[in-house]
């Protein structure tokens, strides 16, 4: 019986071995195909406007390059280059986001547990990033366009030194 113990433990042993090996090699196999999936996500994407006078290249992160082409400022003004610039610049950005989430699609989905279930009355991650959404986007607002005039009619209208 004494013999016993020691083989059931040796086996015990490498049972347990055996399972920390394959939670490492799909830990690892997980972490790869993250890296990959990241590094798709962040590869630029190339806008042409409609006019095909402006190109962008940007990744989700940012603007990485816009170019005019020569002929911009024959064919085009200002008034209608800047709307083809901004045009360019929001598909980049939208095509970029939506790569982004086409490829992290499959690690979103995983089911991995909320802080509330590691830690008891800890905020849930959904509600604090729908917090955070909406902080962010109150602060997104475009200054009212009177108030540089106002400003402007101060120092028109009073001494700058009193």
Known sequence: MAEELPGAARAGNDALRAQVESMLESYERQRSAL?????RAAE?????????LVRVTATVTGV????LEPEAFKRST????????????REAAGRAAAKQAEALAPFTDLPLPDLPDLIPGAPATKDVLAQLDSSTAEDV?????????DED???RNQGYLR
């Open 141 to 149: 607002t475009a200054p009212a366009p009177d108030s540089i005039d």
């Open 153 to 155: 009619d101060y120092f």
């Open 64 to 67: 990485l390059e816009v170019h």
């Open 35 to 39: 890296v990959a999936t990241q590094q």
């Open 78 to 89: 200002p008034a209608t280059l800047g709307p083809a610039i901004t045009a360019a610049l």
């Open 44 to 52: 630029p994407v190339t806008v042409w406007s409609p006019d095909n």
